[in-house]
């Protein structure tokens, strides 16, 4: 059996109206990973020890629970105990799942960025009598959103990715759609490598923007010699030759 | 006015200042002065309450803490009159120069933002710095970032400003700006306290020197008189140390 080309190109038609759909799910995903992750972030690092624990032991279940497992206990699980999730979309469901997971690893990347910024940096706003939440939010946390961004884009190119996990609760996206076409056709190659080049050109979008923000979020941080005046600089010039008072 | 009265700081069981009592008079100038690792910048951090004292307490006018009642809103008071300059500057990395001049202004008097722009200009000009507000500390030479972050301690007008060896981390040709920006200030009505190795600077700016060794006051005078090479107290042997392994020069000996 020969790779047929014709069919082969003739798959992305039928694929791209799936995109949408798979970058809305990562997308909605990540928010709700972000707002959880930041949320518990600071439920970890400043909030009293027991919680603090509560905080690790979420970290350390939905980072050690396979995904699908976690995608299969909220759609097919959740209900039978809970029966206030009977009829949940199976998009809603993943997403949720989705989300839980990544704002696991998001509580490490972010409890990261926040403990390397500089102490001195806090200290300074400490002793020009700032309040606590004028240093997190104007000092810290921009620092820190720096220092954590590599990672956390890291977090949504797993996650766009994973979202293709969500056939198995029936949702239609991209690689769900894959699979009806090669059911159809049994293509399969042609299928699944148009459909790994699809999620390959998103995530190589993806990490062009992510790296373009990164290049403007960083100016200030870059040390350009050029910009360095040091015409004001006294080359030798001693301070006592420059006619201090006497006191 | 600054009074410590029997302040002292433990790290765990370790005693790093002990029975320390001091009066700064109103629109002095303090040098402390004394070997590495004596409790200098202990006591200068103590002073802003960045080290919270073990025993003790420090007053700055009527702001008053004492060791067995420490309290937010007590620190909060004594850091309205207080203010550091930080040996290693410690400008906000995220902020411009000119957004670290008018931080003070904006996140604590909460003064309009153009009325704040030009109060913080008005200072870098003060410090010949207007030509690099907009730059980014890490674009900035040592000595230019110490001297907008001495720019930054004074723009609220502080009656306190505590210098950590504010030359300690520049190299050689940059300190003379520096110290030129210090000298500025002490020609103010601002209450200074400069933990430093300059020697010859502290003899000529200071009114007061205070001489640390072990966590503890041992000497303490006119920064005139102590500061010099011919005196008998402790401090002029320390003086006489660092003359004799070249370290500094001592004029007027």
Not at chain 2, 20 to 33: C, D, F, K, Q, R
Not at chain 2, 34 to 53: A, H, W
Not at chain 2, 165 to 179: C, N, Q
């Given at each position: 059996m020969k790779f047929d080309w014709s069919y082969f190109l003739n798959l992305f038609p039928q694929l791209i109206?799936?995109?949408?759909?798979?970058?809305?799910?990562?997308?909605?995903?990540m928010v709700l990973a972000v707002v959880l992750g930041a949320a518990l972030t600071l439920v970890y690092l400043y909030a009293l020890k027991p919680f603090q624990g509560l905080v690790k032991l979420y970290v350390s279940f939905f980072r050690g629970v396979p995904t699908l497992v976690l995608l299969f206990i909220i759609y097919y699980g959740l209900p039978e105990i809970f029966p206030v999730f009977k009829g949940v979309p199976a998009t809603a469901a993943a997403i949720a799942g989705l989300g839980v997971k990544e704002s696991a690893y998001l509580i490490e990347i972010f409890?990261?960025?926040?403990?390397?910024?500089?102490?001195?940096?806090?200290?300074?706003?400490?002793?020009l009598n700032f309040s606590y939440a004028k240093i997190f939010c104007n000092i810290v946390l921009p620092q820190a959103a720096l220092n954590a961004l590599p990672a956390t884009g890291n977090t949504f190119v797993?996650?766009?990715?994973?979202?293709?996990l969500a056939f198995t609760l029936g949702v239609t996206e991209i690689f769900a759609d894959g699979k009806l076409l090669a059911s159809a056709s049994l293509r399969f190659f042609e299928v699944y490598v148009a459909v790994g080049l699809i999620y390959w050109f998103l995530i190589v979008l993806y990490s062009w923007a992510q790296r373009s923000v990164e290049n403007i979020l960083e100016a200030p941080y870059r040390r350009v010699e050029n910009a360095i005046d040091k015409s004001e600089e006294p080359r030798s010039a001693v301070w006592k030759e420059e006619g201090l008072k006497q006191h | 006015m600054i009074k410590v009265k029997n302040l002292a700081?433990?790290?765990?069981?370790?005693?790093?200042?002990?029975?320390?009592?001091?009066?700064?008079?109103?629109?002095?100038?303090?040098?402390?002065v004394g070997p590495s690792g004596s409790?200098?910048?202990?006591?200068?951090?103590?002073?802003?309450?960045?080290?919270?004292?073990?025993?003790?307490?420090?007053?700055?006018?009527?702001a008053q803490i004492d060791a067995q009642h420490i309290e937010?809103?007590?620190i909060k008071q004594i850091r309205t009159k207080s203010t550091m300059v930080f040996q290693q500057f410690n400008l906000f990395k995220n902020l411009t120069a000119l957004e670290n001049v008018m931080s003070p202004l904006v996140y604590n008097k909460k003064t309009k933002l153009n009325e704040a722009r030009k109060t913080a200009l008005a200072v870098l000009k003060d410090f010949g710095l207007e030509k690099i507000a907009a730059q980014y500390p890490v674009t900035l030479s040592g000595g230019q970032q110490q001297r907008v972050s001495i720019a930054r301690a004074i723009v609220a007008k502080p009656k306190v400003v505590l210098f950590d060896e504010p030359t300690s981390a520049l190299d050689p040709e940059l300190v003379a700006g520096v110290l030129n920006a210090i000298a500025k200030l002490a020609e103010q009505d601002i209450t200074m306290v400069i933990v430093t190795h300059e020697i010859e600077f502290a003899r000529q700016i200071a009114d007061q020197a205070i001489f640390v060794e072990d966590g503890e006051i041992v000497d303490q005078g006119v920064a005139k008189e102590l500061l010099s090479t011919q005196g008998n107290g402790r401090i002029a042997n320390f003086v006489n140390s660092l003359v004799n392994q070249g370290q500094i020069e001592v004029a007027g000996n």
């Amino acid at each position: 059996m020969k790779f047929d080309w014709s069919y082969f190109l003739n798959l992305f038609p039928q694929l791209i109206p799936y995109i949408p759909l798979t970058i809305l799910m990562a997308i909605a995903a990540m928010v709700l990973a972000v707002v959880l992750g930041a949320a518990l972030t600071l439920v970890y690092l400043y909030a009293l020890k027991p919680f603090q624990g509560l905080v690790k032991l979420y970290v350390s279940f939905f980072r050690g629970v396979p995904t699908l497992v976690l995608l299969f206990i909220i759609y097919y699980g959740l209900p039978e105990i809970f029966p206030v999730f009977k009829g949940v979309p199976a998009t809603a469901a993943a997403i949720a799942g989705l989300g839980v997971k990544e704002s696991a690893y998001l509580i490490e990347i972010f409890r990261a960025g926040i403990t390397s910024v500089d102490q001195g940096q806090i200290e300074a706003g400490e002793s020009l009598n700032f309040s606590y939440a004028k240093i997190f939010c104007n000092i810290v946390l921009p620092q820190a959103a720096l220092n954590a961004l590599p990672a956390t884009g890291n977090t949504f190119v797993s996650l766009l990715k994973e979202t293709s996990l969500a056939f198995t609760l029936g949702v239609t996206e991209i690689f769900a759609d894959g699979k009806l076409l090669a059911s159809a056709s049994l293509r399969f190659f042609e299928v699944y490598v148009a459909v790994g080049l699809i999620y390959w050109f998103l995530i190589v979008l993806y990490s062009w923007a992510q790296r373009s923000v990164e290049n403007i979020l960083e100016a200030p941080y870059r040390r350009v010699e050029n910009a360095i005046d040091k015409s004001e600089e006294p080359r030798s010039a001693v301070w006592k030759e420059e006619g201090l008072k006497q006191h | 006015m600054i009074k410590v009265k029997n302040l002292a700081v433990q790290f765990g069981k370790k005693k790093v200042l002990n029975n320390i009592n001091l009066e700064i008079p109103e629109g002095s100038v303090t040098a402390i002065v004394g070997p590495s690792g004596s409790g200098k910048t202990t006591l200068l951090r103590t002073l802003n309450l960045l080290q919270l004292p073990s025993d003790g307490s420090i007053a700055i006018d009527d702001a008053q803490i004492d060791a067995q009642h420490i309290e937010r809103a007590k620190i909060k008071q004594i850091r309205t009159k207080s203010t550091m300059v930080f040996q290693q500057f410690n400008l906000f990395k995220n902020l411009t120069a000119l957004e670290n001049v008018m931080s003070p202004l904006v996140y604590n008097k909460k003064t309009k933002l153009n009325e704040a722009r030009k109060t913080a200009l008005a200072v870098l000009k003060d410090f010949g710095l207007e030509k690099i507000a907009a730059q980014y500390p890490v674009t900035l030479s040592g000595g230019q970032q110490q001297r907008v972050s001495i720019a930054r301690a004074i723009v609220a007008k502080p009656k306190v400003v505590l210098f950590d060896e504010p030359t300690s981390a520049l190299d050689p040709e940059l300190v003379a700006g520096v110290l030129n920006a210090i000298a500025k200030l002490a020609e103010q009505d601002i209450t200074m306290v400069i933990v430093t190795h300059e020697i010859e600077f502290a003899r000529q700016i200071a009114d007061q020197a205070i001489f640390v060794e072990d966590g503890e006051i041992v000497d303490q005078g006119v920064a005139k008189e102590l500061l010099s090479t011919q005196g008998n107290g402790r401090i002029a042997n320390f003086v006489n140390s660092l003359v004799n392994q070249g370290q500094i020069e001592v004029a007027g000996n």
